[in-house]
């Protein structure tokens, strides 16, 4: 069975763009979380999503926002791009919600703004 | 509030065994895990905790204590693949038993000397 994949691996933007980052989770995994991890704060949850509902959020600011398909594959969006955006984007994902799912996690996103 | 607390770095020798220590605070505790982050890598499930005690998982092992808010994660038998870091998360459903949020303390970095 295949991982959790996440695309694209590396990226480099500028202040003030926006950027979209994908996640397809293990097949058969209905839940999809997102995690900001960075040196100084290590990883920090950005939002959960569940048959296509988010349902849960971290205290991030509205410019993150993520939507989730009828497939299950998820993508997160971050707007107004800042320096301190730059971090590494992990993708989770765990076959339902609950006492002790496991998440699996994806490669991740390095995202490097300058 | 919410807080996680684990030492910054550990360092052992190769053969040994080490205790690596989790504190939490949380609103509404509901599970414990161990993830293992070799450097440039996804963290990777090692353990999970929702009762009190002891579970043993071949060389790691991972204890709790729910009244303490206490959790440690316990490798033998030190082998140098065994040099990452161990993050700390506990599931947390807030105070209303409203959120479903997984919170990661900021891992500990274990280097294995030979």
């Known amino acids: 069975k295949a991982g959790v994949t996440q695309t694209p691996r590396y990226l480099i933007k500028t202040r003030g763009q926006q950027v979209t980052l994908s996640c397809s989770p293990i097949s058969g995994h209905r839940s999809v979380s997102w995690y900001q991890q960075t040196p100084g704060q290590g990883l920090q949850f950005l939002f959960e999503?569940?048959?296509?509902?988010?349902?849960n959020k971290g205290n991030f600011p509205g410019r993150f926002s993520g939507r989730q398909f009828s497939n299950s594959r998820s993508e997160m969006n971050v707007s107004t791009l800042e320096l301190g955006d730059s971090a590494l984007y992990l993708c989770?994902?765990?076959?339902?919600?609950?006492?002790?799912?496991?998440?699996?996690f994806g490669p991740g996103t390095r995202l490097l703004v300058l | 509030g919410q807080n996680i607390d684990q030492p910054t770095e550990m360092t052992a020798t190769e053969g040994a065994i080490v205790q690596i220590n989790c504190t939490y605070q949380t609103s509404g505790f509901n599970g414990l895990f161990w993830y293992q982050q070799h450097a440039g890598e996804a963290p990777t499930f090692l353990s999970y905790?929702?009762?009190?005690g002891l579970e043993e998982k071949g060389r790691f092992s991972s204890f709790l204590s729910r009244s303490k808010g206490y959790s440690y994660l316990l490798l033998k038998e030190l082998q140098m693949k065994d040099s990452a870091s161990y993050l700390c998360a506990v599931r947390d459903l807030g105070r209303m038993n409203r959120d479903d949020k997984i919170i990661f303390g900021k891992g500990t970095r274990l280097h294995i000397l030979p």
């Open positions: 999503y569940f048959s296509e509902t988010q349902r």
């Open positions: 989770a994902s765990s076959l339902d919600r609950g006492l002790g799912e496991t998440q699996y």
């Open positions: 905790n929702v009762l009190d």
